[in-house]
Protein backbone atom coordinates (compact mmCIF):
# COMPACT_ATOMS: atom_id res chain seq x y z
CA UNK A 1 0.00 0.00 0.00
CA UNK A 2 0.94 3.20 -0.83
CA UNK A 3 -0.56 6.08 1.36
CA UNK A 4 -1.10 9.47 0.35
CA UNK A 5 -2.62 13.61 1.56
CA UNK A 6 -3.81 16.25 -0.82
CA UNK A 7 -3.70 19.15 1.39
CA UNK A 8 -4.94 22.84 0.24
CA UNK A 9 -5.58 26.07 2.05
CA UNK A 10 -6.94 29.58 1.27
CA UNK A 11 -7.89 32.42 3.15
CA UNK A 12 -11.53 33.49 3.01
CA UNK A 13 -12.20 37.15 4.01
CA UNK A 14 -15.03 35.96 6.25
CA UNK A 15 -15.31 34.45 9.50
CA UNK A 16 -15.17 30.40 10.31
CA UNK A 17 -18.95 31.17 11.44
CA UNK A 18 -20.23 32.18 7.84
CA UNK A 19 -17.85 29.56 5.81
CA UNK A 20 -18.60 26.44 8.61
CA UNK A 21 -22.62 26.03 7.42
CA UNK A 22 -21.69 25.91 3.59
CA UNK A 23 -19.43 22.87 3.84
CA UNK A 24 -21.21 21.25 7.05
CA UNK A 25 -24.11 20.55 4.92
CA UNK A 26 -23.69 18.57 1.66
CA UNK A 27 -26.95 20.61 0.53
CA UNK A 28 -24.87 23.72 0.21
CA UNK A 29 -21.93 22.07 -1.71
CA UNK A 30 -23.94 22.81 -4.87
CA UNK A 31 -22.71 26.21 -4.44
CA UNK A 32 -18.97 25.57 -4.37
CA UNK A 33 -18.22 22.12 -5.31
CA UNK A 34 -15.37 21.38 -7.45
CA UNK A 35 -17.15 18.46 -9.08
CA UNK A 36 -20.84 19.62 -9.53
CA UNK A 37 -20.25 20.88 -12.84
CA UNK A 38 -18.21 17.49 -13.87
CA UNK A 39 -21.42 15.83 -14.36
CA UNK A 40 -24.77 18.29 -14.64
CA UNK A 41 -26.97 14.98 -15.09
CA UNK A 42 -25.01 13.29 -12.40
CA UNK A 43 -27.92 11.40 -9.97
CA UNK A 44 -27.65 13.27 -6.55
CA UNK A 45 -29.50 11.79 -3.07
CA UNK A 46 -29.23 13.90 0.06
CA UNK A 47 -30.39 11.29 3.58
CA UNK A 48 -29.41 11.23 7.60
CA UNK A 49 -29.53 15.05 8.90
CA UNK A 50 -29.35 17.98 7.30
CA UNK A 51 -26.40 19.34 8.10
CA UNK A 52 -23.55 18.41 10.50
CA UNK A 53 -22.84 14.37 11.91
CA UNK A 54 -25.05 12.03 10.33
CA UNK A 55 -25.51 14.07 7.38
CA UNK A 56 -25.14 11.51 3.82
CA UNK A 57 -24.97 12.18 0.36
CA UNK A 58 -24.77 9.89 -2.49
CA UNK A 59 -23.42 10.21 -6.18
CA UNK A 60 -23.65 8.58 -9.40
CA UNK A 61 -22.30 10.17 -12.48
CA UNK A 62 -20.76 9.51 -15.83
CA UNK A 63 -17.47 7.94 -16.36
CA UNK A 64 -15.91 11.38 -15.34
CA UNK A 65 -17.49 11.66 -11.96
CA UNK A 66 -18.17 8.38 -10.92
CA UNK A 67 -19.97 7.13 -7.84
CA UNK A 68 -19.62 7.06 -4.03
CA UNK A 69 -21.12 8.19 -0.88
CA UNK A 70 -19.98 11.17 1.99
CA UNK A 71 -21.04 10.93 5.27
CA UNK A 72 -20.13 13.56 7.62
CA UNK A 73 -18.63 12.00 10.75
CA UNK A 74 -17.16 14.85 12.70
CA UNK A 75 -18.69 18.45 13.13
CA UNK A 76 -16.91 20.98 15.86
CA UNK A 77 -18.89 24.34 15.01
CA UNK A 78 -17.31 26.55 14.10
CA UNK A 79 -13.60 24.66 13.99
CA UNK A 80 -13.69 21.60 11.90
CA UNK A 81 -15.75 19.05 9.58
CA UNK A 82 -14.82 15.37 8.92
CA UNK A 83 -16.03 13.57 6.38
CA UNK A 84 -15.82 9.83 5.13
CA UNK A 85 -15.78 10.09 1.44
CA UNK A 86 -16.01 6.70 -0.30
CA UNK A 87 -15.94 6.40 -3.64
CA UNK A 88 -17.46 3.56 -5.27
CA UNK A 89 -16.57 4.22 -8.87
CA UNK A 90 -14.09 4.03 -10.79
CA UNK A 91 -11.98 2.79 -8.12
CA UNK A 92 -13.13 1.54 -4.88
CA UNK A 93 -11.91 3.58 -1.95
CA UNK A 94 -12.45 5.41 1.14
CA UNK A 95 -10.73 8.28 1.81
CA UNK A 96 -10.96 10.54 5.48
CA UNK A 97 -11.28 13.92 4.41
CA UNK A 98 -11.35 16.94 7.20
CA UNK A 99 -11.96 20.42 6.93
CA UNK A 100 -10.01 22.88 9.00
CA UNK A 101 -11.24 26.35 9.85
CA UNK A 102 -8.54 28.61 11.71
CA UNK A 103 -9.27 31.96 12.69
CA UNK A 104 -6.64 34.42 10.58
CA UNK A 105 -6.01 38.03 9.74
CA UNK A 106 -8.36 39.16 7.08
CA UNK A 107 -10.74 36.09 8.02
CA UNK A 108 -10.74 32.45 8.08
CA UNK A 109 -7.58 29.98 6.79
CA UNK A 110 -9.95 27.15 5.58
CA UNK A 111 -7.70 23.94 5.04
CA UNK A 112 -9.05 20.90 2.88
CA UNK A 113 -7.25 17.82 3.47
CA UNK A 114 -7.93 14.29 2.03
CA UNK A 115 -5.57 11.25 2.86
CA UNK A 116 -5.91 7.67 1.54
CA UNK A 117 -4.01 4.62 0.24
CA UNK A 118 -3.52 2.96 -3.26
CA UNK A 119 -4.45 -0.65 -2.98
CA UNK A 120 -5.12 -2.83 -6.22
CA UNK A 121 -5.87 -1.28 -9.43
CA UNK A 122 -5.78 2.15 -7.84
CA UNK A 123 -1.58 1.47 -7.13
CA UNK A 124 -0.85 0.63 -10.17
CA UNK A 125 -2.94 3.96 -11.34
CA UNK A 126 -0.66 5.74 -8.57
CA UNK A 127 2.72 4.98 -10.34
CA UNK A 128 1.52 7.01 -13.40
CA UNK A 129 -0.56 9.56 -11.57
CA UNK A 130 0.05 12.09 -8.40
CA UNK A 131 -2.66 12.20 -6.39
CA UNK A 132 -1.41 15.77 -5.78
CA UNK A 133 -1.76 16.39 -8.86
CA UNK A 134 -4.66 14.93 -10.19
CA UNK A 135 -6.65 16.34 -7.11
CA UNK A 136 -4.90 19.31 -5.74
CA UNK A 137 -6.14 21.87 -8.39
CA UNK A 138 -10.31 20.44 -7.95
CA UNK A 139 -9.22 21.49 -4.47
CA UNK A 140 -7.65 24.65 -5.34
CA UNK A 141 -11.11 25.52 -7.57
CA UNK A 142 -13.37 24.53 -4.81
CA UNK A 143 -11.85 26.91 -2.00
CA UNK A 144 -11.75 29.52 -4.57
CA UNK A 145 -15.49 28.86 -5.00
CA UNK A 146 -16.08 28.51 -1.51
CA UNK A 147 -15.21 32.00 -0.99
CA UNK A 148 -17.41 33.39 -3.72
CA UNK A 149 -20.33 31.28 -2.19
CA UNK A 150 -19.65 33.17 1.37
CA UNK A 151 -19.53 36.20 -0.25
CA UNK A 152 -22.55 35.64 -2.33
CA UNK A 153 -24.19 34.26 0.95
CA UNK A 154 -22.94 37.48 2.56
CA UNK A 155 -25.27 39.77 -0.26
Same mark, same amino acid.
Given at each position: ?? %?????? +? ?6 A ?12 ? &? =??? %? ?14 ? /?????? =? ?6 ? =? ?14 ? +? ?6 ? &? #? ?28 N =? ?11 ? /????? +? ?13 K?? #??
Amino acid at each position: MS %PYEVTR +SALIPAPAEAVFPLVNSFHEW &T =KWS %PWEAVDPTMDRSYSGN /DAGVGA =KYAWNGNR =KAGSGTMEIVESDFPR +SISVRLEF &T #KPFKAVNPTTFTLTPADGGTRVTWRMTGEN =KGLGKVFALFMNM /DKLVG +SDFERGLAALSSAVKAN #KA
